[in-house]
């Protein structure tokens, strides 16, 4: 069974950098894309960063280039780096792997059970 299982979340001040990291217990190679989400309170859980198998990545325009998507093959472990930090990025911040399963290209989805971030003012 596929587990992804997200670390590294707390709480840091405004300005600050925080990394959060996405532990795959298969080869994270397996999958063809992996994606950070968060969710606020009160809100819709929405992408933050997009990383293809490839090696691609695209982020939320909101961001500004202060967050970065990586991903360590060798240790099966997805990243995210995210400095500037700012009260509005407080949030449940999830892992999400997708595979591609046929050539009609219907997938399947794994999900982490979230880490809290929390940027104080």
């Known amino acids: 069974q596929v587990q992804l299982v997200e670390s590294g979340g707390g709480l840091v001040q405004a300005g600050g950098s925080l990394r959060v990291s996405c532990a795959t217990s298969t080869r994270i190679s397996s999958f063809d894309v992996m994606e950070w989400y968060r969710q606020a309170p009160g809100k819709q859980r929405e992408l933050v960063a997009r990383?293809?198998?490839?090696?691609?990545?695209t982020y939320a325009d909101s961001l500004n280039g202060r967050f970065t998507i990586s991903s360590d093959n060798a240790k099966n472990t997805l990243y995210l780096q995210m400095n500037s930090l700012k009260p509005e990025d407080t949030a449940v911040y999830y892992c999400?792997?997708?595979?591609?399963?046929?050539?009609?290209?219907?997938?399947?989805?794994?999900w982490g059970q979230g880490t809290q971030v929390t940027v104080s003012s």
């Open positions: 999400h792997g997708v595979r591609i399963v046929n050539i009609e290209g219907a997938t399947r989805d794994y």
């Open positions: 990383r293809t198998g490839g090696g691609s990545t």
